[in-house]
């Protein structure tokens, strides 16, 4: 197998790949600005004539995604789609296409952020406060709070053997003060107890149909997946035939020599990939700059 390959940056690519699919918390920004560099990076492959897609585990809408880009600076009406496992979760309870979903009832029991109601907006839903008024649980959100807080609420819904969508399946998020805890953390709490757990989003495949939809034309092997989870984007991508690269300052900073020697960085790569049992990256960056 060869090894993942070191590069200075992402314009070491610069004309290898047509089609550019971008995770966005710890590549793009951190929540609340943009990473060094960030910004400048899409506008150069953009003017290189690329086509990206923005694709995020964020579990609330396109359009929120959307204003947040705009807000932080990134040009979304440049970008050829931006997905979100939200939107994809939004699109399935709305068009309920066979089980799971056809098989949820109406009463669903909402954890978003900031009372965002966007995940469920236009949807023949009955919100409800507990669980024992449900039929299941949609988690789009820890609203800030570590997932431990809401094992009491995940024990009472075990209970009832409520099923949980987790329109996020990332267990940690970058925030400018730390890594917070995301839906994928209650989601594993939730199996851990025995309960059902539905995930939309990477590393699974449909959330990609809508991405190779957006790059319609380009063909898979022209398509360059870059994010910073090994379970989730690179082990996702590597699924559907794409190309990968891993951004070693995001979610993994922390078990990774980002600074260190090429070699260093590398073996560390790869020892984390196999410890996760996740395909080793094609391409690493330190950092997601020009």
């Known amino acids: 197998m060869t090894r993942p ?8 690519l610069a004309g290898c790949f047509a089609g550019f699919l971008l995770d966005q918390w710890g590549v793009l920004h951190d929540g609340e600005r943009p990473l060094p560099g960030a910004r400048e990076a899409v506008d150069a492959l953009l003017a290189q004539g690329a086509r990206i897609v923005l694709l995020s585990n964020s579990g609330r809408r396109a359009a929120t995604n959307r204003e947040r880009l705009a807000a932080l600076g990134f040009p979304p009406e440049r970008l050829a789609g931006i997905v979100t496992s939200g939107e994809a979760t939004w699109r399935l309870l709305k068009e309920r296409p066979g089980p799971p979903w056809s098989e949820l ?3 669903c029991l ?3 952020i900031g009372g965002d109601l966007g995940p469920v907006e236009g949807l023949d839903l009955e919100l409800v ?17 570590p997932a431990e807080a809401w094992r009491p609420l995940a024990e009472a819904a075990r209970a009832r053997d409520l099923p949980m969508i987790c329109s996020n399946p990332d267990k940690l998020a970058p925030s400018p003060t730390g890594f917070l805890d995301s839906p994928g953390r209650l989601a594993a709490i939730y199996e851990s107890l025995g309960g ?14 809508a991405c190779l939809e957006a790059l319609a034309g380009i063909p898979r092997d022209a398509i360059l997946a870059v994010g910073d989870s090994l379970e989730h984007d690179v082990a996702g991508a590597h699924a559907q035939g794409l190309a990968t690269c891993l951004v070693a300052s995001g979610i993994h900073a922390e078990e990774l ?3 260190g020697e090429a070699d260093q960085l590398i073996d560390a790569v790869e020892r984390l990939a196999a410890r996760m049992d996740a395909p080793p990256p094609d391409f690493v960056v330190r950092h997601f700059r020009w």
């Not at 390959?5 to 070491?12: C, K, N, V």
């Not at 059902?196 to 149909?209: D, S």
Request: aromatic share 6%.
């Open 5 to 12: 390959r070191l590069l200075s940056g992402i314009g070491a």
């Open 105 to 107: 009832g109406r009463r």
């Open 110 to 112: 909402l954890l978003t």
């Open 129 to 145: 406060e507990a669980p024992e008024d449900a039929d299941f649980l949609l988690v789009s959100g820890l609203d800030g709070k």
């Open 196 to 209: 059902r757990v539905v995930y939309v989003g990477k590393p699974h495949a449909p959330i990609y149909t």
């Open 257 to 259: 020599p980002v600074e």
